[in-house]
Structure formats: C-alpha cells, structure tokens
C-alpha cells in the first residue's frame, strides 16, 4: 500500500494519524468512533490502498509523491 501524506487529523483502523510536525500530542487519545483510547501517529503518513484514500475527504490525504524518472 502507498503511504499517502496526512493533512489534517485522521482516526483510521484503530489509530488517529496526525500531520508530520504536530507537537504535544500523546501516545493515545479518545476515539471518535468507540471512545476508548486509541494509539496516535505523527508520522505524517498513512499506508492507504486507492479505494481507501478515495473514501476520504480530498483535505485529509495528499497522494504519494512519485519518484523522479530516472535518466536514461
């Protein structure tokens, strides 16, 4: 799966992502969706499959930048 950049706050499978750079967060917070706490990821990437990425808003993910062409 790719790893897509994370613009802004996502809870996805049991863990809440956060943009790279975001300080003070803690390694667990309450989730939206069940309200137990949930592990964080301030990596600032999210490994997603195309449908997956496609199912969210286009502000919370940028796709995967793609290497540049090798010269030849």
Known sequence: MPNYKVLR???HDGKIYF???TEGVPKSLPSGAHGKD????????????EEQAKALDLSQVAPPEKPPAKKK
Do not use: M, V
């Not at 949930?38 to 499959?49: E, F, K, V, Y």
């Open 19 to 21: 943009p790279a750079g």
């Open 9 to 11: 706050q996502i809870e």
């Open 38 to 49: 949930a592990p964080t990821d301030c990596s600032g990437t999210i490994a997603l499959t």
